[in-house]
């Protein structure tokens, strides 16, 4: 079957650099992406790879490795903002998103 | 990037009656529009795809005949929650996606449903 792991939670502080791990098994594999959802609201857009390696976007990158099935969003500089969900999703062959059950961050002061 | 919007935002109804929810791509052609539901503290949960003039196909264990989906257009879908019950109450947002199946999907704002 089809497969998203993600933690269910996990606690940072302010200031500091956490990152959320993302392990996946999908039939093929046509990409994967990171959103955010804060309660009460839809999800938005993070990243997208489909290729190895790390994509940076200003406090936000996102690592893939399609070798082991792993994904990690890396969130530096933490601001009491990013307290929110954060959704793993990935395409399979036929470009249905599978998604993960998403990882609660907290956010301490 | 892409807007999607919703409407309505929230809606209460009474039980027994239906509900419409629309969900409009507005500065993108849409040809296949997601639905989804989230209960409180749990993970979002496809309902249903749509494309543009056909039928909706939907996720194992979800009644086709109480969620009616119609997507008439490249910009508009709407799901329609028929004889609603207090556990049809959740958030239910709608997701869009370009011509391409490697886009990205862009979300709706969601619409909270409460069922008295």
């Known amino acids: 079957g089809q497969n998203i792991d993600q933690p269910t939670e996990m606690t940072a502080t302010e200031g500091a650099i956490v990152q959320i791990n993302c392990t996946y098994q999908?039939?093929?594999?046509?990409?994967l992406f990171w959103y955010q959802q804060h309660a009460g609201e839809a999800p938005t857009f993070l990243s997208y790879?489909?290729l190895d390696g790390l994509e940076e976007k200003g406090r936000f990158s996102s690592f893939l490795s399609r070798s082991k099935g792993y994904s990690y969003l890396l969130l530096k500089e933490l601001q009491m903002k990013d307290s929110a969900s954060y959704l793993c999703a990935a395409y399979d062959s036929n470009y249905q998103l599978i998604w993960g059950a998403g990882t609660k961050l907290i956010i301490k002061p | 990037g892409a807007v999607v919007s919703q409407h309505p935002s929230w809606v209460i109804c009474k039980s027994g009656t239906s509900v419409k929810i629309e969900c409009r791509s507005l500065d993108f052609q849409a040809t296949t529009m997601f639905w989804y539901r989230q209960f409180p503290k749990q993970s979002l949960m496809l309902m249903a795809t749509s494309n543009e003039g056909s039928k909706a196909t939907y996720e194992q264990g979800v009644e086709k005949d109480k969620f009616l989906i119609n997507h008439a257009s490249l910009t508009l879908s709407t799901l329609t929650v028929t004889s609603a019950h207090p556990e049809d109450s959740s958030f239910y947002i709608c997701?869009?996606?370009?011509?391409?199946?490697?886009?990205?999907?862009?979300f709706g704002p969601g619409t909270r449903l409460t069922v008295l």
């Open positions: 997701s869009a996606r370009g011509l391409a199946e490697y886009n990205e999907q862009f």
């Open positions: 999908t039939s093929g594999f046509n990409g």
């Open positions: 790879n489909v």
